[in-house]
């Protein structure tokens, strides 16, 4: 579903803010660090113990820029976590929606763009009942993992709206 940043590349972020920070001053970062680098895309135990270390010994005792990048670095992990959790049925549904308005298998991919293609050609009126439940559907999914908190989601949830 993400397409940048990748999951890897969050994490090689927060490993690089994680080493900028004084070892001296919060010695679980070695530790954390450590399970960053074991880190897979099933492991929310792992994550939400880092995510507890930045809460409770970063976030409190930063100021300044590096307060800043843990609050940064907490909420990427929180995406992460949602990614890992919701993505793959996500996308499922989205493809199963893809094909059913485009008449055609493949991959999501593939599908997206030639979605873009239909409608830019006005092959595919954007007045057409599919095509706004589509969209719609696939921007909520979207929003409940990146923005589960946002209040145009919320709002939308509150009015009916599917999650997916």
Same mark, same amino acid.
């Given at each position: 579903?993400?397409?940048?940043?990748?999951?890897?590349?969050?994490?090689?972020?927060?490993?690089?803010?994680?080493?900028?920070?004084?070892?001296?001053?919060?010695p679980d970062?070695?530790?954390n660090i450590? +399970?960053?680098? /074991? @880190? !897979?895309?099933?492991? #929310?135990?792992?994550?939400? &113990? %880092? *995510?507890?270390?930045?809460?409770?010994?970063?976030?409190?005792?930063?100021?300044?820029?590096?307060?800043?990048?843990?609050?940064?670095?907490?909420?990427?992990?929180?995406? +992460?976590?949602? /990614? @890992? !959790?919701?993505?793959? #049925?996500?996308?499922?549904? &989205? %493809? *199963?929606?893809?094909?059913?308005?485009?008449?055609?298998?493949?991959?999501?991919?593939?599908?997206?763009?030639?979605?873009?293609?239909?409608?830019?050609?006005?092959?595919?009126?954007?007045?057409?009942?599919?095509?706004?439940?589509?969209?719609?559907?696939?921007?909520?999914?979207?929003?409940?993992?990146?923005?589960?908190?946002?209040?145009?989601?919320?709002?939308?949830?509150?009015?009916?709206?599917?999650?997916?």
């Amino acid at each position: 579903m993400r397409s940048e940043p990748t999951i890897d590349e969050l994490i090689i972020s927060i490993k690089n803010f994680l080493e900028s920070l004084n070892i001296e001053i919060f010695p679980d970062i070695k530790k954390n660090i450590k +399970i960053l680098n /074991e @880190i !897979n895309e099933i492991d #929310d135990l792992k994550i939400n &113990e %880092i *995510i507890d270390f930045i809460n409770n010994d970063l976030i409190n005792n930063l100021s300044g820029h590096d307060r800043f990048y843990a609050f940064v670095a907490r909420n990427s992990l929180q995406i +992460i976590q949602r /990614e @890992i !959790n919701l993505a793959n #049925d996500y996308e499922e549904k &989205e %493809i *199963i929606r893809l094909e059913k308005l485009l008449k055609k298998k493949g991959n999501i991919k593939d599908l997206n763009k030639l979605l873009c293609e239909k409608i830019s050609n006005k092959e595919i009126n954007r007045d057409n009942n599919d095509l706004k439940d589509h969209l719609v559907r696939t921007t909520m999914a979207k929003l409940s993992i990146d923005q589960p908190n946002y209040s145009g989601y919320l709002k939308a949830i509150k009015d009916g709206y599917s999650r997916d």
